[in-house]
């Protein structure tokens, strides 16, 4: 599903140039669980913010079902954005000011969905991961976890066919890592997702299908 070729990314600091990635190549099948992992530095949340279309490659292709999505532009890109991928990020980026309903509700109203139709999602969706009790509460007023469940419903409100995560569990306690990757590994079943994780977490790593190894901005096993 997702085909990554001679991936490049550089930034120019004053008169020196740094490679954060370097000739990536990567095939994801559909359906696929698959970790990412590798020292600090060594270029793997690069790598999924451009697998996320969060950011541009100096060079390189990154096709979905063959379609090269850095040839959409604007408007196009960012309806691809959000009809097909879902991102969960370490620091949840959750809103301070709505509450966990509305946080879950914002995809889809951005996506111009009638508001009785976005939060009847976002209800059933925060019901799944578990949070039925909190739906008022503000990111303030919830754990670690909670908030990442939030975030998690949220990634997936517009129904993605594949679901990014860099560190989902990079804060959280042991007890409640395991919570949150028994929770991934559920969704990823019930909803048949494509799962590419960035995680530190050798456990996490261990229950996935395939573990692809980052170094120097290189894909090194």
Not at 52 to 65: E, I, K, N
Not at 152 to 173: C, F, K, Q, Y
Request: proline content about 4%.
């Amino acid at each position: 599903m997702i085909e990554v070729r001679n991936l490049c990314k550089s930034f120019v600091n004053g008169t020196r140039r740094v490679d954060v990635l370097s000739e990536v190549d990567l095939k994801v099948a559909a359906g696929e669980r698959v970790a990412v992992v590798g020292a600090s530095g060594a270029g793997k949340t690069s790598l999924m913010h451009i697998l996320g279309a969060l950011d541009h490659p100096t060079s390189g292709d990154v096709r979905y079902d063959g379609q090269d999505i850095f040839r959409l532009k604007g408007a196009d890109l960012d309806a691809f954005r959000n009809r097909t991928l879902g991102f969960v990020f370490q620091f949840h980026q959750l809103l301070p000011e709505f509450s966990a309903l509305e946080n879950v509700m914002l995809p889809a109203l951005i996506a111009r969905w009638p508001r009785s139709r976005a939060e009847l999602a976002a209800r059933e969706l925060l019901s799944d991961v578990g949070l039925e009790p909190r739906l008022s509460h503000k990111p303030g007023e919830l754990s670690g976890g909670e908030q990442q469940r939030v975030a998690i419903a949220r990634a997936l409100i517009m129904s993605p066919r594949v679901l990014l995560a860099d560190e989902p569990t990079g804060n959280l306690d042991s007890n409640t890592s395991e919570s949150i990757y028994r929770l991934l590994m559920r969704l990823h079943e019930a909803r048949g997702l494509t799962l590419v994780i960035v995680t530190h977490d050798a456990h996490l790593a261990a229950v996935l299908d395939r573990v692809v190894h980052m170094a120097d901005g290189r894909i090194v096993g």
